[in-house]
């Protein structure tokens, strides 16, 4: 029987550098609803989810989701981990996606491929971007993990760190040692003994920044919109065609540092 595939994205208005980011028109629609749209084009994804949150500043994305139709849970806040899930048990998942809300040119091509590489050889986990020390090689932005549910439910048991519970996932990949297969392809087996796979880009556009966590972004991605008239089926090559052709797009949010892996709420532990 073909594994149900469950893309979870994963929300809130309370994010620390640019709060209600998820809900932020972008040529006329709301994140939130392009990240979904985008995602559920997926090939391989049976079911799209939006994960929020059951604080109250989370009401307005739940009533966002309920009028668009946008299937929705709520859940921890800062346990980003029981979030996920306690969504993948509800949906019956096989296999779940994790994406998130603040990736507005989320390839569904992308998605595919990552979870193609799970399914066809038999990985706990595959993504095509790992946090530092690793090196990514896809623009950030385009960010897709995917792992079983069988794993996932591993993890929700066992992992302790705040860094684990918050960023869902590092518990299948911390310490992992990748071997070059190819050009697009890093393989290795964790510390904890979890298949991993790391997908690569065969040109480096690791430092080009798609994603929205300030105020310079937005201005970027609605500047892309923009430029494809607020269409929302372009490629994420055509993006990268797009600011090869004009290459000032990118200085909109050149200046921006981006997160790590070690940036974990401090609203999470001071509780």
């Known amino acids: ?70 299937p929705f849970t709520r859940g921890s806040l800062y346990d980003v981990l029981d979030r996920y899930y ?56 385009l960010d897709v993990e995917a792992c079983t549910f069988k794993n996932l439910e591993k993890a929700w048991k066992v992992a302790k760190e705040p860094q684990q519970r918050e960023h869902a996932m590092p518990y299948f990949y911390e310490g992992v040692e990748l071997i070059t297969e190819n050009r697009s392809l890093q393989t290795g087996i964790s510390p904890r003994g979890f298949r991993v796979a790391l997908l690569h880009h065969t040109t480096d556009f690791g430092d080009y920044r798609w994603t929205v966590d300030t105020p310079e972004d937005l201005e970027f991605i609605r500047q892309v919109y923009h430029r494809f008239d607020g269409r929302d089926d372009f490629t994420w090559k055509e993006v990268l065609d797009l600011v090869h052709d004009e290459p000032q797009l990118m200085k909109i949010n050149a200046g921006v540092q981006h997160k790590t892996l070690k940036d974990i709420d401090r609203r999470a532990t001071d509780h």
């Not at 994960?51 to 009533?63: G, N, Y």
């Not at 992308?110 to 095509?128: A, H």
Request: charged share 20%.
């Open 86 to 141: 306690q969504a993948a048990k509800q949906a019956k998942a096989n296999v779940v996606v994790r994406v998130t809300a603040d990736c507005p040119v989320i390839d569904p091509a992308l998605i595919d491929d990552v979870v193609n590489t799970l399914l066809d050889d038999e990985y706990d986990f595959v993504c095509n971007r790992l946090p530092l020390p690793w090196h990514r090689t896809y623009p950030i932005g």
């Open 1 to 70: 029987m073909k594994p149900r595939v469950v893309a979870i994205i994963q929300g809130r208005m309370s994010s620390s550098r640019l709060p209600g980011k998820i809900l932020a028109d972008i040529a006329g629609q709301p994140m939130l609803g392009r990240v979904f749209l985008r995602t559920s084009r997926a090939a391989t994804v049976a079911e799209t989810i939006f994960a929020t949150t059951t604080d109250p500043s989370d009401d307005p994305v739940a009533e966002y989701c309920d009028f668009s139709g946008i």
